[in-house]
């Protein structure tokens, strides 16, 4: 994965493949990514997967802040519910009728914020 040297943004970009080996293992435990000031000093971006059928993540929601004022946590929560809901729809009408007559879904997630760049 990281055969070449990591480019720095912003004094906040992860550069040590350490390090982001183990923000991509936080986020994949936590099922949202995190990332303030990565990229540009003042947006904060919040992401979510979009799983296929198979759980295989398929595409991905994201929202890019400033932020000043941003609120991770609460666009963490939006985000991974339109992504269960982009993945139930995914899955077909099956599905999606299972999950709302009660039955609980296959896979869901807290969302955490991650702490890199405050």
């Known amino acids: 994965m990281l055969r070449s040297p990591l480019a720095r943004y ?4 992860i550069t040590d493949p350490g390090e982001l080996r183990r923000q991509l ?27 296929d ?8 929601i ?3 802040v400033r932020v000043a004022g941003a609120r991770p946590r609460e666009l963490a929560r939006l985000l991974s519910a ?14 999606v009728m ?10 869901r997630v807290t969302p955490a914020v991650c702490t890199s760049g405050r």
């Open 10 to 13: 912003t004094r906040y970009t």
């Open 98 to 107: 299972a999950e709302s007559s009660g039955a609980r879904p296959a896979r």
């Open 62 to 64: 994201s929202a890019v």
């Open 53 to 60: 059928p198979s759980g295989r993540v398929a595409a991905a």
């Open 25 to 51: 293992a936080f986020i994949r435990r936590s099922g949202v990514a995190v990332a303030r000031r990565t990229i540009t000093p003042d947006e904060l971006v919040v992401a979510a997967p979009v799983r």
């Open 82 to 95: 339109t992504s269960r809901s982009l993945s139930q729809r995914l899955a077909g009408p099956a599905r």
